[in-house]
């Protein structure tokens, strides 16, 4: 069993910027970010794969996120700059033991318990 935290959330205004934090009880294959607006479907953010840092984005945070990790620390970094109001959600770190990168949630065997962005106008 792996054990996810996440911190970093809060409130921020259009345009700035968060950096969230997940901690893992150990390093897993891959790691990477979903979020959740109320009503709609969990999304894939962001994934990387431990051994080499191999990263995906999804098309609508390409350039503005940046997924990174710290192998010492076992915690995996979600930056995010150019907030909008539209990636206001529950960000979810989640962990699976396959090296492939996936963006399914389904597919992901371990997941925190959530942290709130909320982006205003």
């Known amino acids: 069993q792996v054990q996810l935290v996440e911190s970093g959330g809060g409130l921020v205004q259009a345009g700035g910027s968060l950096r969230l934090s997940c901690a893992h009880s150990r390093r897993t294959g891959t790691s990477g970010w979903f979020r959740q607006a109320p009503g709609k479907e969990r999304e894939f953010v962001a994934g990387i794969r431990w051994r080499d840092g191999t990263t995906e984005y999804s098309d609508s945070v390409k350039g503005r996120f940046r997924i990174s990790r710290d192998i010492a620390a076992s915690t995996v970094f979600l930056q995010m700059n150019g907030l909008e109001p539209e990636d206001t959600a529950t960000y979810y770190c989640?962990?699976?033991?396959?090296?492939?990168?996936?963006?399914?949630?389904?597919?992901?065997?371990?997941w925190g318990q959530g942290t709130q962005v909320t982006v205003s106008s």
């Open positions: 989640a962990a699976r033991n396959d090296l492939i990168i996936a963006q399914m949630a389904s597919d992901y065997d371990y």
